[in-house]
């Protein structure tokens, strides 16, 4: 967990050198950020040794077991297909998070007013613990290795960190390919009448969005950041407000 601290830190210093240089402003991040982006070390290795056993449990209860597809494949070939399908299932679960009752705990992710790199890791529990259980559900099943999962993790955080930052650009033909950071700024911008845009749900390729049809090319106007209700400022709106309005919902 240290060394994970201390690449956190270096990553985040590099990011926040980077935003510098090219905004010339000095941007300091705030305290719920930096809660989301401790929590997210601290809890992420005891979430996966428990979702494991948990797994291996209930495949022996059920009769369902891993397939052992992924062993035999070397670390390169593991990391891209994890990238590349792991990206497939988020764009499933983003899209979904977007959708009425789960949009109450995704809404956390899209609140912000100024976009910087720390927001990438701002997310609701809720919405982090089923969109990456959903991932390693299908991780654990065709038996991709740990090394494989810690990288495709490390690129996660960093390309992350790039596409929430405010050295935002354009990929231009390769818009068509990746994600760019101007992209997913456009994923988190608001649309005229206040409207949230429902466009760009990838994190990686922007094939599943060409796919299904969500895919915006970014041009370069100025983007207005939020969504159409009220910031939830403090940690505690951020946290709380979801499942109080989730529960008035119900
Ligand atoms: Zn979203
Ligand atoms: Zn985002």
């Not at 997310?123 to 390693?136: E, N, R």
């Not at 955080?157 to 790039?162: D, E, H, P, S």
Request: include cysteine.
């Amino acid at each position: 967990m240290i060394e994970q601290f201390k690449l956190l830190i270096i990553v985040s210093f590099l990011f926040s050198i980077a935003e510098f240089v090219k905004t010339r402003k000095l941007s300091l991040i705030s305290y719920q950020d930096c809660f989301y982006l401790i929590a997210q070390i601290i809890l992420i290795v005891p979430c996966i040794y428990y979702f494991k056993l948990f797994l291996i449990t209930s495949s022996s209860f059920i009769g369902i077991h891993p397939s052992s597809i992924m062993e035999k494949q070397s670390l390169l070939s593991q990391v891209f297909l994890m990238l590349f399908f792991g990206d497939l299932v988020s764009y499933i679960c983003h899209r979904l998070f977007h959708t009425r009752y789960l949009w109450l705990f995704h809404e956390v992710h899209h609140t912000t007013r100024k976009m910087n790199w720390a927001k990438a890791q701002v997310s609701h529990p809720i919405d982090s613990i089923l969109t990456f259980g959903t991932i390693y559900f299908f991780v654990h099943m065709f038996s991709f290795s740990l090394e494989s999962l810690a990288v495709v993790q490390l690129i996660s955080l960093i390309y992350g960190f790039l596409s929430h930052s405010k050295i935002h650009f354009r990929f231009g033909f390769f818009d068509y390919v990746f994600i760019s950071p101007t992209s997913h700024h456009l994923h988190h911008s608001l649309l005229k009448k206040n409207e949230s845009c429902h466009k760009n749900f990838s994190s990686f390729f922007s094939i599943w969005d060409i796919l299904f049809g969500t895919f915006q090319k970014p041009d370069s106007k100025p983007l207005t950041y939020g969504t159409n209700s009220r910031e939830l400022k403090t940690l505690k709106q951020q946290l709380l407000s979801p499942l109080t309005k989730f529960l008035r919902k119900n």
